[in-house]
């Protein structure tokens, strides 16, 4: 089992700045992708961007240029910096992990929120015009 436990969320402005972070803990040796999805009210989850243990990534063209996925697996931590953000960006983030899986596109299964391993329980982004 792994456990995942974002922080990092808040208020912030339209073009300001915020850091998220997921660490995670239990069978962290089994984890191969993790990342973030989104939703906001009367949304959809959406995947916001995912990176794998090799450090490859995937990233939405709504938040490409200004957020920035990255992981320490010392730590087993993920981290996503988001920069410039504007009031659309305003969602729960959630921290999404992946054992190991068979596939031809392993971040491209991502696109999708269903079919993950393991979730955190989010935490809360609004951004203020």
């Known amino acids: 089992q792994v456990q995942l436990v974002e922080s990092g969320g808040g208020l912030v402005q339209a073009g300001g700045s915020l850091r998220l972070s997921c660490a995670a803990s239990?069978?962290?040796?089994?984890?191969?992708?993790m990342g973030w999805y989104r939703q906001a009210p009367g949304k959809q989850r959406e995947l916001v961007a995912a990176i794998t243990s090799d450090g490859d990534t995937n990233y939405a063209d709504s938040i490409r240029g200004r957020f920035t996925i990255s992981r320490d697996n010392a730590k087993n931590t993920v981290y996503l910096q988001m920069v410039s953000l504007k009031p659309e960006d305003t969602a729960v983030y959630y921290c999404?992990?992946?054992?190991?899986?068979?596939?031809?596109?392993?971040?491209?299964?991502?696109?999708?929120?269903?079919?993950?391993?393991?979730w955190g329980q989010g935490t809360q982004v609004t951004v203020s015009s």
């Open positions: 239990g069978s962290v040796f089994e984890i191969h992708v």
């Open positions: 999404a992990a992946d054992l190991p899986h068979i596939s031809r596109d392993i971040l491209g299964d991502w696109e999708l929120a269903g079919g993950r391993d393991y």
